[in-house]
T-cell receptor
Framework: RKEVEQDPGPFNVPEGATVAFNCTYS??????FFWYRQDCRKEPKLLMS???SGNEDGRFTAQLNRASQYISLLIRDSKLSDSATYLC???????????FGKGTRLLVKP | AAGVIQSPRHLIKEKRETATLKCYPI?????VYWYQQGPGQDPQFLIS???????DKGSIPDRFSAQQFSDYHSELNMSSLELGDSALYFC?????????????FGPGTRLTVL
C-alpha cells in the first residue's frame, strides 16, 4: 500500500460546482499535512496547510481526520482557473521527509 | 516577492556524464529540500538541508550528492547519469527546521539524459 493515496481522477466538473478530494495516509505518526496544486509541467504551489481543527481559505476548506487517517479538500464555486492537479503532502512520520500523493486531476469546464 | 531560483532550467546530458543543479532559496530561508519528479509521477523526496547540515535523506541514489553552502544555496551533484535520471528536479525552501513549516518550490530543472 502506498504511503499516501489519492484518487487520480480526473474529476470533470462544471463551473460553479463543489468538488471534494480525499487523501489517505498510512503512517499514523505523520503530524503535518498540506495541499498543493500543480499545473502541467510547473512547480507545486502551496494551497494550504491542514490543521487538526480544519481550516478554510476562501473557497477552499481542508479537513483532517486522524482516526481514519485521511485529509480532505473541498472546493466551492469552482472556477476554470482551478483546473490543475491537487497534491496531498504528508510528513514521513520521523525526520523531515515529506511524501507526496500522486495527485488528483481536476478539470473545470464552462 | 522573491521566490526560489533554480538553475539551469533545462539541461541535456549524455549517459555517464555528470550534472550539477543549483538552488537559491527564498531570502532568509535556511532549509532546502530536493525532489525528483519523473514523467507522470509524484515528486519524490531526495534530501534536505538545514543550516548547511543534512537534515534528512530520502530516495537519493548513491551516485548523487548534495550540499548546502554558507549563503544557504544548495547544489545537487549527479554522476554517472542514467536514462532513468531524466526528470524534473525541484528544490523547495522553508524557514527553520520543522515538519509544520510550509515549503515553497522553485520552477524546477528539467534534466534530459540521452
Amino acid at each position: 500500500r502506498k504511503e499516501v493515496e489519492q484518487d487520480p481522477g480526473p474529476f470533470n466538473v462544471p463551473e460553479g460546482a463543489t468538488v471534494a478530494f480525499n487523501c489517505t495516509y498510512s503512517n499514523s505518526a505523520s503530524q503535518s499535512f498540506f495541499w498543493y496544486r500543480q499545473d502541467c509541467r510547473k512547480e507545486p504551489k502551496l494551497l494550504m496547510s491542514v490543521y487538526s481543527s480544519g481550516n478554510e481559505d476562501g473557497r477552499f476548506t481542508a479537513q483532517l481526520n486522524r482516526a481514519s487517517q485521511y485529509i480532505s479538500l473541498l472546493i466551492r464555486d469552482s472556477k476554470l482557473s482551478d483546473s490543475a492537479t491537487y497534491l496531498c503532502v504528508v510528513n514521513g512520520g520521523q525526520g523531515f521527509s515529506f511524501i507526496f500523493g500522486k495527485g488528483t486531476r481536476l478539470l473545470v469546464k464552462p | 516577492a522573491a521566490g526560489v531560483i533554480q538553475s539551469p532550467r533545462h539541461l541535456i546530458k549524455e549517459k555517464r556524464e555528470t550534472a550539477t543543479l543549483k538552488c537559491y532559496p527564498i531570502p532568509r530561508h535556511d532549509t532546502v529540500y530536493w525532489y525528483q519528479q519523473g514523467p507522470g509521477q509524484d515528486p519524490q523526496f531526495l534530501i534536505s538541508f538545514y543550516e548547511k547540515m543534512q537534515s534528512d535523506k530520502g530516495s537519493i541514489p548513491d551516485r548523487f550528492s548534495a550540499q548546502q553552502f554558507s549563503d544557504y544555496h544548495s547544489e545537487l551533484n549527479m554522476s554517472s547519469l542514467e536514462l532513468g535520471d531524466s526528470a524534473l528536479y525541484f528544490c523547495a525552501s522553508s524557514s527553520g527546521l520543522s515538519i509544520y513549516n510550509e515549503q515553497f518550490f522553485g520552477p524546477g530543472t528539467r534534466l534530459t539524459v540521452l
